[in-house]
């Protein structure tokens, strides 16, 4: 699905990214953790082809195409969908409108019609249930006004309706209570199939309850530091980062 | 006296003409409006409510007029059908500066709704028209109101009988069509008397095929408790200079909208002056522009609470590409005595070209001790981080920027009340964004 080569990157000059290796195969899990600034935000943006970030060095293969290559739009349409840390608010923008603009982009970007406004309407209604969103969301704003659990939810929901086969998730459980990261978790869940990967980023045990991931990496310094499973989620948990720094030093 | 000197000596040697071809209320405003045009001038960049806007370039070049009122040689009420969709208006054609004389559907107005030309009502409503006729459009005020007054042989009176409500949109579609450059000289008597309520929508078009200069003076009488909404949508062209000033006089508890909405303009002058002299009355002013190329469009307000209890409510919102220039000024004037008075002022400005300009100015002048006034102005350009947030959803950057832009004027578009006005008000936006509206195909309102 997604192989990353010695990945370089810099935001403002600085860099931030120095030397990523990462395969992520169809199906998989991927749990990125590390302390505040260890480069997993610049990862997921370079990944989606954030304009403010510079890749400097190294290679990103998404399902056989060349990922850096790509309009962040083109990306989005071959099956690459971040759910964003902080949701941006597009106010006069509707939910719909703007779900219609991005599906349709996508169906013209595969040579196919644009969905029919009953159709859409269908599926809006289907993809809305999988966690919890009103109907009356979709006729305001893009995030205008939603609370931060709302807006959260809103990228699952996005996601559902987008049908992405790699999704990044930032950073999607922080600032919900239990309740709210239970449904995003639960929503997440239901949308995965065999094919279909994600990278999760997370600082909570919780998530990787509910996720069961299959691999789970430590980002120090702009570098993986260290690779396992799940445990090593759990073992970060409860010991901090700072072990595995003195691993890398010693 | 520079770029004057022309339309001076036009009006002195054609005096003759253009009173022969008028009525004798619109040639007994002429001498006053004459001398004061020579005192004053045309308004130039010094002048507070003229800075970014140069007057007499527009007015420099040698422009014909129809001084001897020959009737243009076209049936428009023929040539466009309504097709706003569940709008019926009332339809009405002024072609440069001539009301044409209306369908006989249109003129089936209601008992106390009349609409017609400025000369027929000065036979009908002598005493209405010599009263209102002048009364807010001080010649002396304004250079442009002076020539406007000097030169007007027509115009379009609009008058609703008290308590009576109008029930169809008086729609008045402007049309610029000659053989020739050519000023036309517009003029407006509105007279809604007590507990009226009127709707007008004022679409100005221009066959784009020669240089046109416009000016329009509106008068607008608003009795107690009357209502009246007035759009007025401009699709020109880059060859078109307009002016037009509108005046209102709002008596106690009555509310006046206006609703300008610029898709397609040369340069444009857009000056609202709204009294508010009786206790309660309401005044609301909303303006969208979307101005590219070298357009030019300039709104100048002055909203004066001179009475107690007023309120008024003014948004104006720009998109400017390319090397457009925008200018907004809105002055809230609370004179003394105007207690309670509530009012809010907001210009918020996009600018999607670094070389485009906006010049704005919201000016609060208080003179009253227990009062609201709220005003903002911004200027700003696309949030990045939407743009790239729709972007990472599949949106490529141009739709994602009209989506922005829409969404953008589209709170203005929300408060017009019509809603088949608003509807086709929302798509011709999209369509002015998505740059499918190259010319002017008769009235866009009415063409779909």
Same mark, same amino acid.
């Given at each position: 699905?997604?192989?990353?080569?010695?990945?370089?990157?810099?935001?403002?000059?600085?860099?931030?990214?120095?030397?990523?290796?990462?395969?992520?195969?169809?199906?998989?899990?991927?749990?990125?953790?590390?302390?505040?600034?260890?480069?997993?935000?610049?990862?997921?943006?370079?990944?989606?082809?954030?304009?403010?970030?510079?890749?400097?060095?190294?290679?990103?293969?998404?399902?056989?195409?060349?990922?850096?290559?790509?309009?962040?739009?083109?990306?989005?349409?071959?099956?690459?969908?971040?759910?964003?840390?902080?949701?941006?608010?597009?106010?006069?923008?509707?939910?719909?409108?703007?779900?219609?603009?991005?599906?349709?982009?996508?169906?013209?970007?595969?040579?196919?019609?644009?969905?029919?406004?009953?159709?859409?309407?269908?599926?809006?209604?289907?993809?809305?249930?999988?966690?919890?969103?009103?109907?009356?969301?979709?006729?305001?704003?893009?995030?205008?006004?939603?609370?931060?659990?709302?807006?959260?939810?809103?990228?699952?929901?996005?996601?559902?309706?987008?049908?992405?086969?790699?999704?990044?998730?930032?950073?999607?459980?922080?600032?919900?209570?239990?309740?709210?990261?239970?449904?995003?978790?639960?929503?997440?869940?239901?949308?995965?199939?065999?094919?279909?990967?994600?990278?999760?980023?997370?600082?909570?045990?919780?998530?990787?309850?509910?996720?069961?991931?299959?691999?789970?990496?430590?980002?120090?310094?702009?570098?993986?530091?260290?690779?396992?499973?799940?445990?090593?989620?759990?073992?970060?948990?409860?010991?901090?980062?700072?072990?595995?720094?003195?691993?890398?030093?010693? | 006296?520079?770029?004057?000197?022309?339309?001076?000596?036009?009006?002195?040697?054609?005096r003759d003409l253009i009173d022969r071809h008028s009525v004798g209320v619109l040639n007994a405003r002429r001498a006053a409006a004459r001398e004061?045009?020579?005192?004053?001038?045309?308004?130039?960049?010094?002048?507070?409510?003229?800075?970014?806007?140069?007057?007499?370039?527009?007015?420099?070049?040698?422009?014909?007029?129809?001084?001897?009122?020959?009737?243009?040689?076209?049936?428009?009420?023929?040539?466009?059908?309504?097709?706003?969709?569940?709008?019926?208006?009332?339809?009405?054609? /002024? =072609? &440069?500066? !001539?009301?044409? *004389?209306?369908?006989?559907? %249109?003129?089936?107005?209601?008992?106390? #709704?009349?609409?017609?030309?400025?000369?027929?009502?000065?036979?009908?409503?002598?005493?209405?028209?010599?009263?209102?006729?002048?009364?807010?459009?001080?010649?002396?005020?304004?250079?442009?109101?002076?020539?406007?007054?000097?030169?007007?042989?027509?115009?379009?009176?609009?008058?609703?009988?008290?308590?009576?409500?109008?029930?169809?949109?008086?729609? /008045? =579609? &402007?049309? !610029?069509?000659? *053989?020739?450059?050519?000023? %036309?000289?517009?003029?407006?008597?509105? #007279?809604?008397?007590?507990?009226?309520?009127?709707?007008?929508?004022?679409?100005?078009?221009?066959?784009?095929?020669?240089?046109?200069?416009?000016?329009?003076?509106?008068?607008?009488?608003?009795?107690?408790?009357?209502?009246?909404?007035?759009?007025?949508?401009?699709?020109?062209?880059?060859?078109?200079?307009?002016?037009?000033?509108?005046?209102?006089?709002?008596?106690?508890? !009555?509310?006046?909208?206006?609703?300008?909405?610029?898709?397609?303009?040369?340069?444009?002058?857009?000056?609202?002056?709204?009294h508010l002299g009786g206790e309660g009355a309401e005044a609301r002013a909303y303006g969208c522009v979307v101005a590219d190329g070298e357009e030019?469009?300039?709104?100048?307000?002055?909203?004066?609470?001179?009475?107690?209890?007023?309120?008024?409510?003014?948004?104006?919102?720009?998109?400017?590409?390319?090397?457009?220039?925008?200018?907004?000024?809105?002055?809230?004037?609370?004179?003394?005595?105007?207690?309670?008075?509530?009012?809010?002022?907001?210009?918020?400005?996009?600018?999607?070209?670094?070389?485009?300009?906006?010049?704005?100015?919201?000016?609060?002048?208080?003179?009253?001790?227990?009062?609201?006034?709220?005003?903002?102005?911004?200027?700003?350009?696309?949030?990045?981080?939407?743009?790239?947030?729709?972007?990472?959803?599949?949106?490529?950057?141009?739709?994602?920027?009209?989506?922005?832009?829409?969404?953008?004027?589209?709170?203005?578009?929300?408060?017009?009340?019509?809603?088949?006005?608003?509807?086709?008000?929302?798509?011709?936006?999209?369509?002015?964004?998505?740059?499918?509206?190259?010319?002017?195909?008769?009235?866009?309102?009415?063409?779909?």
């Open positions: 699905m997604l192989e990353i080569k010695n990945l370089h990157a810099c935001v403002e000059g600085k860099e931030i990214l120095k030397g990523i290796d990462l395969t992520v195969g169809d199906g998989e899990v991927h749990v990125l953790m590390g302390p505040n600034g260890s480069g997993k935000s610049t990862l997921s943006n370079v990944l989606v082809g954030n304009p403010k970030y510079t890749v400097t060095e190294g290679s990103v293969t998404f399902n056989g195409k060349d990922l850096l290559a790509l309009s962040a739009e083109d990306r989005s349409h071959e099956g690459l969908f971040m759910s964003f840390q902080a949701p941006v608010e597009i106010p006069g923008v509707s939910m719909t409108n703007f779900l219609r603009a991005a599906l349709n982009a996508k169906r013209k970007y595969f040579g196919q019609e644009p969905l029919p406004a009953g159709e859409l309407l269908k599926l809006l209604r289907e993809k809305r249930k999988l966690v919890g969103l009103d109907a009356h969301f979709m006729s305001r704003g893009v995030n205008e006004g939603f609370s931060g659990g709302e807006k959260k939810r809103n990228e699952i929901f996005q996601m559902a309706v987008l049908e992405p086969k790699l999704s990044i998730l930032d950073e999607t459980d922080s600032g919900l209570d239990v309740d709210a990261l239970r449904i995003v978790a639960e929503g997440f869940n239901q949308l995965r199939t065999p094919q279909s990967s994600a990278i999760v980023i997370t600082h909570y045990q919780r998530m990787l309850d509910y996720l069961k991931p299959d691999f789970v990496h430590v980002l120090v310094g702009g570098r993986i530091v260290k690779n396992g499973d799940a445990s090593l989620g759990y073992a970060i948990e409860e010991r901090g980062f700072d072990w595995i720094k003195n691993e890398i030093t010693a | 006296m520079g770029v004057e000197q022309q339309y001076i000596e036009l009006f002195d040697s054609q004061a045009f020579a005192a004053h001038g045309l308004p130039t960049r010094r002048d507070e409510r003229c800075k970014y806007t140069d007057v007499a370039e527009a007015f420099a070049p040698d422009y014909g007029l129809n001084l001897g009122r020959i009737v243009p040689g076209v049936d428009p009420y023929r040539a466009y059908r309504c097709q706003v969709p569940n709008l019926s208006t009332a339809l009405y054609f /002024v =072609v &440069n500066d !001539s009301f044409m *004389s209306p369908s006989p559907v %249109a003129a089936q107005q209601p008992e106390g #709704v009349t609409v017609c030309s400025l000369g027929e009502a000065a036979r009908r409503f002598p005493d209405v028209v010599d009263n209102c006729y002048g009364r807010l459009a001080d010649p002396a005020g304004d250079g442009i109101t002076a020539l406007n007054t000097m030169l007007a042989q027509d115009g379009l009176f609009v008058h609703v009988a008290a308590g009576v409500k109008c029930p169809r949109t008086l729609q /008045v =579609v &402007n049309m !610029s069509a000659a *053989s020739l450059d050519l000023m %036309a000289t517009r003029r407006v008597l509105l #007279v809604a008397e007590a507990g009226a309520e009127a709707s007008l929508l004022f679409c100005d078009h221009s066959d784009g095929r020669h240089n046109y200069l416009t000016t329009q003076v509106v008068e607008a009488f608003l009795g107690k408790g009357a209502r009246v909404d007035f759009y007025s949508v401009e699709e020109t062209h880059a060859s078109h200079r307009r002016f037009c000033h509108l005046y209102a006089d709002q008596q106690a508890g !009555s509310r006046f909208t206006f609703g300008g909405i610029t898709l397609m303009a040369g340069l444009t002058r857009n000056r609202l002056d709204l030019h469009v300039d709104n100048n307000l002055l909203v004066d609470h001179a009475a107690p209890g007023c309120t008024s409510d003014l948004l104006y919102k720009y998109v400017l590409d390319d090397r457009a220039t925008g200018v907004f000024a809105g002055r809230i004037l609370v004179r003394e005595g105007a207690e309670h008075t509530a009012s809010d002022e907001t210009n918020a400005n996009l600018c999607a070209s670094p070389d485009a300009r906006m010049f704005t100015r919201p000016i609060l002048e208080i003179y009253a001790d227990d009062v609201r006034c709220n005003h903002g102005a911004t200027v700003g350009r696309f949030d990045e981080q939407a743009l790239f947030y729709m972007r990472q959803r599949g949106i490529d950057e141009s739709e994602a920027r009209l989506l922005l832009q829409h969404a953008f004027v589209n709170d203005v578009i929300r408060r017009i009340e019509l809603e088949p006005v608003r509807d086709r008000l929302s798509y011709l936006v999209e369509m002015r964004f998505r740059g499918l509206l190259h010319r002017c195909g008769g009235c866009e309102m009415c063409h779909s």
